[in-house]
Nanobody, 128 residues
Framework: QVQLVESGGGSVQAGGSLRLSCATSGYSQGSYCMAWFRQAPGKEREEVATFFTHGRTTTYADSVKGRFTISQDVQGTLYLQMNSLNSDDTAMYYC??????????????????????WGQGTQVTVSS
């Protein structure tokens, strides 16, 4: 059973930076698609970035390209480095995982509904 625990959220002024962390445990053998999602009040959950563990391939939403970076360290902790934050980035941020995969090589085709494992979320608030 995969467990995910986010941390690192908080309040920051526009233009500032935050780094979110997602501690992971309980993986089985195989590859996983890891992702960060966010949900603002009254809006649908939005995929922010994905990381496929085999090959360490990444994808980003257009709204965060060039500002956010997703990565994973050797202990399996997933990170989201967020720079040049603006008020549109204000949301609850969630870490998610799906897998294990044996033959799949990317996160392509996975939607929020596809992810079985979710963290509890961490709030990011950006003030202008």
């Amino acid at each position: 059973q995969v467990q995910l625990v986010e941390s690192g959220g908080g309040s920051v002024q526009a233009g500032g930076s935050l780094r979110l962390s997602c501690a992971t445990s309980g993986y089985s053998q195989g590859s996983y698609c890891m992702a960060w999602f966010r949900q603002a009040p009254g809006k649908e959950r939005e995929e922010v970035a994905t990381f496929f563990t085999h090959g360490r391939t990444t994808t980003y939403a257009d709204s965060v390209k060039g500002r956010f970076t997703i990565s994973q360290d050797v202990q399996g902790t997933l990170y989201l480095q967020m720079n040049s934050l603006n008020s549109d980035d204000t949301a609850m941020y969630y870490c998610a995982a799906e897998g294990p995969f044996i033959a799949t090589t990317s996160c392509d085709g996975l939607s929020a509904a596809s992810f079985e494992y979710w963290g509890q979320g961490t709030q990011v608030t950006v003030s202008s």
